[in-house]
Nanobody
Framework: QVQLVESRGGLVQAGGSLRLSCAAS????????MGWFRQAPGKERELVSS????????YSADSVKGRFTISRDNAKNTLYLQMNSLKPEDTAVYYC????????????????WGKGTLVTVSS
């Protein structure tokens, strides 16, 4: 199995940028489909972006398309989420996720999770 540890989030002003990283250990990152989810207070966990292991294809939710970019460095066993043009509605706990099967919006089906990191965007 794989262990996932997210980098520390933080407080960012609206319009700012932040890059999250997720360090994987125990198994190679390349053997997993990877994703970033987030959960805002009082809301359900939602898929932000995902990265397919087979060909590196990525997916981004409409709400972050053009602003967030997911990437992976298999050599460093690390997943990234570059977040630009942040908005107050991006405030949430962000979770790194890994699964041998395809990652979809169905968060309950994901096998491995990091503990999450809080990102707060001030207006």
């Amino acid at each position: 199995q794989v262990q996932l540890v997210e980098s520390r989030g933080g407080l960012v002003q609206a319009g700012g940028s932040l890059r999250l990283s997720c360090a994987a250990s125990g198994r190679p990152l390349s053997t997993y489909n990877m994703g970033w989810f987030r959960q805002a207070p009082g809301k359900e966990r939602e898929l932000v972006s995902s990265s397919r292991r087979s060909d590196g294809a990525t997916y981004s939710a409409d709400s972050v398309k053009g602003r967030f970019t997911i990437s992976r460095d298999n050599a460093k066993n690390t997943l990234y989420l570059q977040m630009n043009s942040l908005k107050p509605e991006d405030t949430a706990v962000y979770y790194c996720a890994a699964d041998p099967d395809r990652i979809t919006t169905q968060w309950s089906a994901v096998t491995y999770w990091g503990k999450g990191t809080l990102v707060t965007v001030s207006s």
